[in-house]
Structure formats: C-alpha cells, structure tokens
C-alpha cells in the first residue's frame, strides 16, 4: 500500500536556526505531493506542491521543499524559523487529479525563543 | 486557491441526537469534496469523497449509514452524524478539489468543526 512517512512527530529549533521537516513516499510512481500547515483548532493551509516542472518549489512563509525522485522524498526546510512558525505540518500525496490525499503521520514543530 | 468555510465551528450535542455539519465552497463550483476525521494529536482520516449529484464513496471501515453525506449542489456538501455517541467526538475537517485557476490537482480544507457528544 502507498504511504507517507514523516521522520519525527516532533521537531524542536531556535528562532532564526534552520527547518528541516523530512517526508519520503512509498512509490515507485511519482506522486503530486504536498506540504501543509495546520495550527490549533483549525484547518490546514497549504504551504506548497509539487505537480511537475522544477523540482525545487517555493511556498508561503518562506518555506521550500525539494522533490527528489530518487530518493522519494519531499523535504520541507526554511532557512530561519520564526516562533509563528509553530505548528503541525502534514506532508501529503496523491496520485491522480482530485483524488484522495494519503497524508503523514505529522510533525509538531516548536520554535524556542 | 479557494475559500472553504464550515458551519458550525463548534457544536456539543447529547447522546443519541443527530448533527449536521455544513461544508461550503465559497469561491468556486467544487465537483468534488472530501471529508475527513482528526483525533487528537494524530493525522487526518479520509471518511468519504462526496460528488456533487451522485452518492458518496466512504472509505473502508467508515459506516454510511452513521454518517450521512449529501453534496446536492456545488457549493455546498453536508455531514451528519447520526445518533451521535461519545466516541464520535472529534475533529471534522472538509476539503475540495480545485480552485479559481482549476486546479483539481489540489484539496484546499475549511477551518474545521470540533464536534463533542456528552
């Protein structure tokens, strides 16, 4: 069965350090794949996608992620957190146009001042 | 993108009686709908995917018959919880398909309704 995994439910940095948020997917078939926010009590705002094109993606908030195919995986990073980055971040897949999203388990991330 | 609301944000009901949740698709005609459930801590679960004018497809293990949905128009999808129980309580979160640019490519999610049964 095709899944997402996300390595570390909980991710901890200091303001201004770096974000590294790891996502791999089960699939020999490249996925849509995306990243998404998700602050308490609320729902989730996507951050940003890949469909096709560059592999490198730019998102809101100054985050990016990199397709990379040959490792499965689609990282999220921002160079310098902010404490308003705090959240839960879901990486998702699909594989077909307005199908059914297989989600991650989840990162909590924490910004420490 | 596109502009998801849900209605009611929060709702505390009685066991035993039936609630509605509301899914509306606010800036555009959304073919299709998905509906999901949030525990705490823990990833979303598909439910169902709601197609406007057809019946629903819920995913394996989720009753129909406990959670019905009708998406009767384009713009507007519904859950019901029917005789709710405690173990019904939680996060329900919908999202559609697409956007202004028509994009079906991505799901853009409501705010969510947090759902607790006494």
């Known amino acids: 069965a095709q899944s997402v995994t996300q390595l570390g439910s909980h991710v901890s940095v200091s303001e201004g350090a770096l974000v590294l948020l790891r996502c791999n997917y089960s699939?020999?078939?490249?996925?849509?794949l995306f990243w998404y926010v998700q602050y308490p009590n609320q729902g989730l705002q996507l951050l940003l996608k890949?469909?096709?094109?560059?592999?490198l993606v730019k998102g809101i908030n100054g985050f990016e992620a990199e397709f990379k195919k040959s490792e499965t995986s689609f990282h999220l990073t921002k160079p310098s957190a902010h404490m308003s980055d705090a959240a839960e971040y879901f990486c998702a897949v699909s594989y077909n146009q307005g199908g059914k999203l297989i989600f991650g388990q989840g990162t909590e991330l924490s910004v420490k001042p | 993108g596109a502009v998801v609301s849900q209605h009611p944000s929060r709702v505390i009901c009685k066991s035993g009686t039936s609630v509605k949740i509301e899914c509306r698709s606010l800036d555009f005609q959304a073919t299709t709908m998905f509906w999901y459930r949030q525990f705490p801590k823990k990833s979303l679960m598909l439910m169902a995917t709601s197609n406007e004018g057809s019946k629903a497809t819920y995913e394996q293990g989720v009753e129909k018959d406990k959670f019905l949905i009708n998406h009767a128009s384009l713009t507007l999808s519904t859950l019901t919880v029917t005789s709710a129980h405690p173990e019904d309580s939680s996060f329900y979160i919908c999202s559609v398909a697409g956007g202004l640019a028509g994009n079906t490519d991505t799901q853009y999610f409501g705010p969510g309704t947090r759902l607790t049964v006494l």
């Open positions: 890949y469909t096709t094109g560059a592999t």
């Open positions: 699939s020999s078939v490249p996925p849509y």
